[in-house]
T-cell receptor
């Protein structure tokens, strides 16, 4: 069965510093991968998605992610974090019929 | 308003009561989903629907019932609420075909006392 692992429950980054959130997946076929962001009390917003093609995908708000099949990873990156990026981030894989299997999330804290 | 809306946003109910959470989308998306979000578990799929009158179980369906008589609505019913069903519930929808994404509602925070 498919699964998604986000090894870091919390990450604290200084404002202006770079960010990398880790995501590892387990899926038999070519995965469709997603990163969502959730601000407090809000629903989930899609940051970016990977279906095929270029393994480096660009998303909204300056985020990017790189699909690495050999490492079963889909890490999210941002070169310079802003205080408004503080939120919870979820990696997900399409598990068939457009359903999603989510990781447990990584809470990003941004320090001044 | 266009989009996906859930109601109510907050609900407190007693153990054993039946409660229904509503979900409405205006895009005519074929797929609709219910997830629950719990600390330490992320989001887990409860039920999903590929079209009107077609529903299927997800990872955690026990204690829940769904129906989809109209494409735009996908209510979730807790037949006899239990404290373990205290959670934040998210409805989502997506279109058919390749390269589609799911759009999420704002969530319903349900507390069972």
């Amino acid at each position: 069965a498919q699964s998604v692992t986000q090894p870091d429950i919390h990450i604290t980054v200084s404002e202006g510093a770079s960010l990398e959130l880790r995501c590892n997946y387990s899926y038999g076929a070519t995965p469709y991968l997603f990163w969502y962001v959730q601000s407090p009390g809000q629903g989930l917003q899609l940051l970016l998605k990977y279906f095929s093609g270029d393994t480096l995908v660009q998303g909204i708000k300056g985020f990017e992610a790189e699909f690495k099949r050999s490492q079963s990873s889909f890490n999210l990156r941002k070169p310079s974090v802003h205080w408004s990026d503080a939120a919870e981030y979820f990696c997900a894989v399409d598990a068939g019929y457009s359903t999603l299997t989510f990781g447990k999330g990584t809470m990003l804290l941004v320090s001044p | 308003d266009a989009g996906i809306t859930q109601s109510p946003r907050y609900k407190i109910t007693e153990t054993g009561r039946q409660v229904t959470l509503m979900c409405h989308q205006t895009w005519s998306h074929s797929y609709m989903f219910w997830y629950r979000q719990d600390l330490g578990h992320g989001l887990r799929l409860i039920y999903y629907s590929a079209a009107a009158d077609i529903t299927d179980k997800g990872e955690v369906p026990d204690g829940y019932v769904v129906s989809r008589s109209k494409t735009e609505n996908f209510p979730l019913t807790l037949e006899s609420a239990t404290r373990s069903q205290t959670s934040v519930y998210f409805c989502a929808s997506s279109d058919t075909g390749m390269n589609t994404e799911a759009f999420f509602g704002q969530g319903t925070r349900l507390t069972v006392v």
